[in-house]
């Protein structure tokens, strides 16, 4: 396991988002403010998932799905500070398939997957408010069999004003919410 140490409000998140997945409330969507911490605090439940699946078939993986380069290269320099191990599936890096943890990009996931289908123990989306069940974040989710998933953003709300809750197209069941900016301060 990592050195990842959670603040206060990082590990009651976590133990409220473990709660809805057992009590069989997912897809959760975690909210928590800009600058609360989401790339550690899912880091944290990504390397723990890991440690959990030691002896899972090996085209299993938890899978941290983003949409952007950028993105995917923030979370991997995220997970590498926190020593947590993983591999990146772009084009633009050479695949590690042994590696249990793997940083998408949406994408080249969905294009991979049809060449060689794949498994996922866990999947994480950041940016969540991206995620609706008729697009490709909700195809994604489909195709790798609806497993234990987890949102995280600071916007629950979608760029057309509608929520992420599967009563308003999205996929998500519970939702956990991190402290506000002004309680953060």
Known sequence: MSNIKLRDYQEAAVNDVRA?????ND?????????????????????SAALAAKNVPANEYIFIIVHRKELLLQASASLRNLGVDHGLISPHFTQQPHKRIQVASIDTLLIRIKK???????????????????????RTYDELGKPPTLGVTATPVRTDGKGLGEHAGGIFKAMVLGPSIAELI
């Not at 809805?20 to 069989?24: L, V």
């Not at 897809?27 to 390397?47: H, M, Q, R």
């Not at 060689?116 to 909700?138: Q, T």
């Open 20 to 24: 809805e997945f057992r009590a069989k």
């Open 116 to 138: 060689r289908p794949m498994k996922a123990r866990m999947l994480i989306f950041d940016e969540a408010h991206h995620v609706v069940a008729d697009n490709k974040w909700g």
């Open 27 to 47: 897809p959760v969507l975690f909210v928590l403010a800009t600058g609360g911490g989401k790339t550690y605090t899912f880091s944290y439940i990504a390397d």
